[in-house]
């Protein structure tokens, strides 16, 4: 199994552009999350899913999309890049209300 | 408003001594509580957790104190070695939707 892989290791963007960032698990998990990892805030929760078709809010959402047509895939879309959104993500899945298996993690730059 | 607040920020401990860091909730629906350690350029991975039915959890050299009236847990690790160094991060989830929410991070620096 390869768990939790999220592409790309590295990104630049510039202010305005917009990309995906992909996460896949094979592990048949129904929950799944996404967080951004800043110094000194810890890991914030951006959006969730419960499941296939299945999204909400976590606590910092503003600035990103997310859908999930699959239980494997869920990717997270940032529509317009802010130089806020420079950080390090990292996408999660698991059994809801229990471990949590976290990807190696997307590092974004925004100038 | 962080729904998990966790210190001290950062802590270095001698070889051999005990590391503790402590975290407070405020939401009574919270019935898990993990926590996570993080090696740099790597993500969060499970260490340890406990649920509120327990008042202590002990997992090697690792152990989870959990005091429900006071809505508090610490992470307790014993024989400190230089390599635990990590960010060691405490979370809650619980209620309708399970989120897991997490503190702010403790670094710990265990010098040799």
């Known amino acids: 199994n390869a768990g939790v892989t999220q592409t790309p290791k590295f990104q630049v963007l510039k202010t305005g552009q917009s990309m995906t960032l992909q996460c896949a698990q094979d592990m048949n998990h129904e929950y799944m999350s996404w967080y951004r990892q800043d110094p000194g805030m810890g890991l914030r929760l951006i959006h969730y899913s419960v499941g296939a078709g299945i999204t909400d809010q976590g606590e910092v959402p503003n600035g990103y999309n997310v859908s999930r047509s699959t239980t494997e895939d869920f990717p997270l879309r940032l529509l317009s890049a802010a130089p806020s959104q420079t950080s390090v993500y990292f996408c999660?899945?698991?059994?809801?209300?229990?471990?949590?298996?976290f990807g190696p993690g997307t590092r974004l730059t925004v100038l | 408003q962080q729904q998990v607040k966790q210190s001290p920020q950062s802590l270095i401990v001698q070889k051999g001594g005990i590391s503790i860091i402590n975290c407070a909730y405020e939401n009574t629906a919270f019935d898990y509580f993990p926590w996570y350690q993080q090696f740099p350029g790597k993500g969060p991975a499970l260490l340890i957790a406990i649920r509120p039915d327990v008042s202590e959890k002990k997992e090697g050299r690792f152990t989870i104190s959990f005091n429900k009236s006071a809505k508090q847990f610490s992470l307790h690790i014993m024989d400190s070695q230089p390599g635990d160094s990590a960010t060691y991060f405490c979370a809650a989830s619980g209620g309708a939707t399970n989120k897991l929410i997490f503190g702010t991070g403790t670094l710990l620096a265990v010098q040799p």
């Open positions: 999660a899945s698991g059994e809801r209300g229990g471990e949590q298996f």
